[in-house]
């Protein structure tokens, strides 16, 4: 049983196109994240998710739009997509009041 | 001065070695911490959290310096499978909102 998964795992497109990943958790909790890893390996918080409620985003372009339908799925939309949007992308879930992250596998996007 | 620095690394050990990595901070606020382990490839997972007493998990000891504002990680008798990234992670929390600051992580490699 997948605790949180994300899909795609791998996205390979063309610079200019519009792609959305999508992640869902089936741990109960009410705290969703995505972060993105870079390919110097740094782990940046995007946004984060609080009972479908938007508490954290950071400085991310407005290409960027998470979206959460239900506290178990946040999803991220990605618009004009650009060669820096390279990385792997992490979605993560926590129980409030606890620090820690359960991690999806990442999905990892190219884009060419 | 960063958020957070993590000692470069890579770090080539041969198995049985005893390894240390530090980590410093520069938010005096934050208020907890933690070391998270990510595999090649893989997602980040939780190691262990650091106490201000210090504590002990297995062959991992953690601790904490307030007052110059780094934490560490020991490994001691290094084993094949410790090979992996090590992350610094800090939690500056305010209401209901959890920020987790990610370091760079430092690259272990355990040699036989």
């Known amino acids: ?112 | 001065r960063k958020e957070v620095e993590q000692d470069p690394g890579p770090f080539n050990v041969p198995e049985g070695a005893t390894v240390a990595f530090n980590c410093t901070y520069s938010n005096s606020a934050s208020q907890s911490f933690f070391w998270y382990r990510q595999d090649c490839r893989k997602e980040p997972k939780l190691l262990m959290s650091v106490y201000s007493s210090g504590n002990e998990d297995g062959r991992f000891t953690a601790q904490l310096n307030r007052a110059s504002q780094y934490i560490s990680l020991l490994i001691r008798d290094s084993k094949l499978s410790d090979s992996a990234t090590y992350l610094c992670v800090f939690l500056n929390s305010g209401g209901s909102n959890y920020k987790l600051t990610f370091g760079k992580g430092t690259l272990l490699t355990v040699n036989p």
């Open chain 1, 1 to 112: 049983d997948t605790a949180v998964s994300q899909t795609p795992k791998y996205l390979v497109t063309q610079m200019g196109n519009d792609k959305s990943i999508k992640c869902e958790q089936n741990l109960g909790h009410d705290t969703m994240y995505w972060y993105k890893q870079d390919s110097k390996k740094f782990l940046k918080i995007m946004f984060s998710y609080n009972n479908k409620e938007l508490i954290i985003n950071e400085t991310v372009p407005n290409r960027f739009s998470p979206k959460s339908p239900d506290k178990a799925h946040l999803n991220l939309h990605i618009n004009s997509l650009e060669l820096g949007d390279s990385a792997v992308y992490f979605c993560a879930s926590s129980q409030q009041g606890q620090p820690e992250l359960f991690f999806g596998e990442g999905s990892r996007l190219t884009v060419l």
